[in-house]
């Protein structure tokens, strides 16, 4: 590097007076023309874009998560007591067994089985009646893993009867028949 630092200071006059050979501007220009201007990005246009996209994200996150909060507003009444994850789990699995249950009894009950209609309803009211005095004691429950083991012996015990509901309800159908 001082090497040519040397001979360029030693040689200086020589530069300043010395031109280019013929045609360089010609071909330098050539070269300028050639080249396609570059594009530049509008940093103003990139940050209005990233806003929009910005708020266009964050209403449909909030109004996924408040749609998911209504929906299932019946189906979190253990969330509010602050229970574990397991035992809410545990009770949605079970509702949604229940809730089919349902669905299959209400499909089968015709309008001549109006006595057993009731007998099928008072004890389903029953069950409900249960269920709101054990999601009380669940909640106050100081061992979550025992909460967790009556809450699915209910639900087991809910299904089972349910069931033979729906085991008479067949053969009721088929006797009709």
């Known amino acids: 590097m001082d090497k040519l630092?040397?001979?360029i200071?030693?040689?200086r006059r020589e530069f300043d007076n010395f031109e280019p050979s013929e045609g360089h501007f010609d071909r330098f220009k050539?070269?300028?023309?050639a080249?396609?201007?570059?594009?530049?990005?509008?940093l103003y246009m990139v940050a209005s874009v990233a806003a929009v996209a910005g708020i266009i994200v964050t209403a449909g996150l909030s109004l996924l998560l408040n749609f998911d909060k209504i929906v299932n507003l019946g189906k979190r009444d253990l969330v509010a007591n602050n229970l574990s994850q397991e035992i809410v789990q545990i009770d949605e699995y079970y509702r949604y067994r229940v809730y089919?249950?349902?669905q299959m009894i209400t499909d089968m009950i015709?309008?001549?089985m109006s006595p057993m209609e009731e007998e099928i309803s008072t004890t389903l009211a029953e069950f409900d009646k249960n269920y709101k005095n054990l999601r009380h004691d669940i909640s106050e429950s100081p061992r979550p893993d025992r909460a967790a083991y009556v809450l699915?012996?209910?639900?087991?015990?809910q299904l089972e009867v349910m069931e033979q509901f729906i085991i008479r309800l067949k053969d009721n159908n088929l006797l009709n028949k």
């Open 9 to 11: 200071e030693s040689h």
């Open 5 to 7: 630092r040397n001979y």
């Open 35 to 42: 080249k396609k201007p570059e594009k530049r990005i509008n």
């Open 100 to 102: 089919q249950k349902q």
């Open 152 to 157: 699915t012996l209910y639900y087991q015990t």
């Open 30 to 33: 050539v070269k300028l023309m």
């Open 110 to 112: 015709s309008d001549e």
